[in-house]
């Protein structure tokens, strides 16, 4: 009698991703839509070969990056300082593919006017997740581009925009953006870099810099003080333009410390630096810099949107082809109900968060081109920091939900996988935190008529659903939405603002999401799939509980009942 086989000879297969553009249906439901069909007809092909590589090469790329991290040397074989950084050659691959394909470019071009940012943002959603998160020196340079596009009044300003909205990896150029100092991060009105003007109508920046991102790039936008701080050690900025190297090549006064060991985004080069005496140009007006700069960082708000959403549709798509592989129990375990249910939520996830990205980057296409109504401008300021902070919970969430549908595979380092949750785990961080960007929320109902708008748009979305298929969902939102007002009109003090700022960015991120749904729905009804997932956002999310007082937080007193 034949006895068991002493061992195994099976092993798993890891899952193959197809085309990232033609196999993300609701992606291509989406800009089929919202986009006119000559516009969708005339970027079909390159979103198509595009999806293709982002599925492919770029893969391999970003591992290489990622496996192969910067390296800094401080001196050469001579004993001459040189802080010389080298990348991985997937690193420097993955730069030319943003400068040939258009990753900012298309953006400034406006080919296809209010609807280039649009087709940008997209084709940064299938490009992030293979980049080993090459999008942040993107972002920190399409946000320079956009600052020098209002503000570069200077030749010198006006050939550098050139070179960041370059397609020829030769002359494309990258911008850094040095805020983070050791005083804090987001307060940046304690900084501790000074300028000094040089008598040759420039400046001599002088400080240190904590924490820097992209210090491969070619220039660099930072904020420094042209006068002492004031007794409380807050100091009032400007903004200044650089250029990291002189035209020898060597550093422009700047001594690279170190690179910063990070939990994630392993691939980047993150640099602490020393400024000795760096030659630098007043960017706006003296003592504005915060003000100015937020239009970088507004780009780079809705970049980091768009990470967020990307991570979160690759870890659907690695889950779903891995169900289509994986065996267990006799059966794939696409077949599995439980494993069906926790991809369907990370489908519903992915979707409804991308629903959002793509919202913000209509309405910034549209006010770029100057279509946007006041109502739409305030709604964009509104859902910037909002679609920033949920997002990027989300996707931590997602990626950390990705690992665990792999099993053991996905715990471990080789498999690829783990990379991701270390990497989206920065997108709470970068740009603000969720508590700072809630602050900034407030900041955009109660200055620029934020929350005003919103209830515009809301209303005005309602009123155009009158498909009587839509008539309980239409009601249930209106319902949701009344209990957002009444919370947030009831709260009388700055102070419980403040404490309640969150639960209201969250409710408001969600709320944006179902009425964007609704509207999606008046095209496709006919979409069994999408008209479920309203049902589900309706029911599972924008919970009522969800907002909570400062009184029930016990941070205020509880004001005395009336009557």
């Not at 915060?290 to 979160?312: G, P, W």
């Amino acid at each position: 009698m034949k006895g068991p086989t002493p061992y195994s000879d099976f092993i798993q297969k890891l899952p193959k991703l197809t085309n990232e553009y033609t196999s993300d249906t609701f992606l291509v439901d989406y800009l089929k839509t919202y986009l006119p069909e000559e516009v969708l007809n005339s970027i079909t092909p390159d979103l198509t070969q595009f999806g293709e590589r982002t599925a492919g090469i770029f893969r391999e790329w970003a591992r290489d990056a990622e496996v192969n991290p910067p390296q800094l040397t401080h001196f050469d074989a001579m004993g001459n300082r040189v802080d010389e950084i080298k990348v991985s050659n997937g690193w420097l691959e993955l730069e030319k593919v943003a400068a040939k394909d258009g990753l900012v470019a298309i953006g400034y071009e406006r080919k296809q006017d209010e609807f280039s940012r649009l087709y940008q943002f997209v084709k940064l959603y299938m490009y992030t997740a293979s980049s080993a998160i090459y999008t942040c020196p993107l972002a920190m340079t399409d946000g320079a581009a956009r600052l020098i596009e209002i503000y570069g009044d200077d030749e010198v300003l006006r050939k550098a925009f050139e070179g960041l909205t370059s397609r020829d990896p030769e002359t494309f150029k990258t911008s850094g953006q040095w805020m983070t100092e050791r005083t804090g991060g987001s307060d940046v009105s304690r900084s501790m870099t000074f300028a000094e003007p040089d008598g040759e109508g420039g400046y001599i920046l002088k400080g240190h810099k904590w924490f820097t991102s992209a210090i491969t790039a070619d220039i660099a936008f930072t904020l420094a003080s042209t006068e002492p701080p004031a007794s409380n050690g807050r100091a009032a900025l400007s903004l200044f333009y650089l250029p990291i190297r002189n035209e020898d090549g060597s550093l422009n006064g700047i001594e690279v410390e170190a690179l910063k060991d990070k939990l994630g985004t392993k691939a980047l080069p993150t640099a602490q630096l020393n400024l000795k005496g760096v030659k630098a140009m007043m960017v706006g007006e003296k003592g504005k810099g915060v003000k100015t700069i937020s239009t970088l960082f507004n780009i780079t708000r809705i970049y980091n949107t768009i990470c967020a959403v990307s991570y979160m549709r690759r870890a659907y798509a690695l889950s779903e082809a891995y169900s289509k592989e994986r065996e267990a129990f006799g059966t794939k375990i696409e077949n599995h109900t439980l494993y069906k249910k926790s991809l369907r939520e990370m489908e519903i996830a992915y979707q409804s968060s991308t629903i959002l990205a793509l919202f913000l980057s209509k309405l910034l296409g549209k006010e770029e081109c100057g279509k946007a109504t006041e109502t739409e401008s305030a709604l964009l300021r509104l859902l910037t920091p909002v679609a920033k902070l949920y997002t990027a919970k989300q996707s931590i969430k997602y990626a950390s939900e990705h690992i665990e549908m792999f099993g053991g595979i996905g715990y471990l380092e080789d498999s690829g996988i783990p990379s991701m949750l270390r990497d989206a785990q920065v997108l709470s961080i970068w740009e603000g935190t969720t508590n700072v960007l809630s602050l900034d929320m407030l900041r955009a109902m109660e200055r620029e008529n934020g929350f005003a708008s919103f209830g515009e748009y809301s209303n005005q979305l309602l009123t155009s659903i009158t498909d009587p298929d839509l008539a309980n969902e239409k009601a249930a939102l209106g319902k949701k939405l009344k209990v957002l007002f009444n919370f947030a009109t009831g709260l009388k003090t700055q102070e419980e603002m403040i404490a309640s700022a969150r639960d209201v960015a969250f409710y408001i991120a969600e709320a944006t999401i179902a009425l964007l749904w609704l509207d999606f729905l008046k095209t496709n009804k006919d979409k069994g799939n999408y008209y479920q997932t309203l049902k589900y956002w309706l029911r599972y999310k924008m919970r009522e509980d969800s907002l909570v007082s400062a009184e029930e937080l016990g941070l205020v007193p509880e004001r005395e009942s009336v009557g």
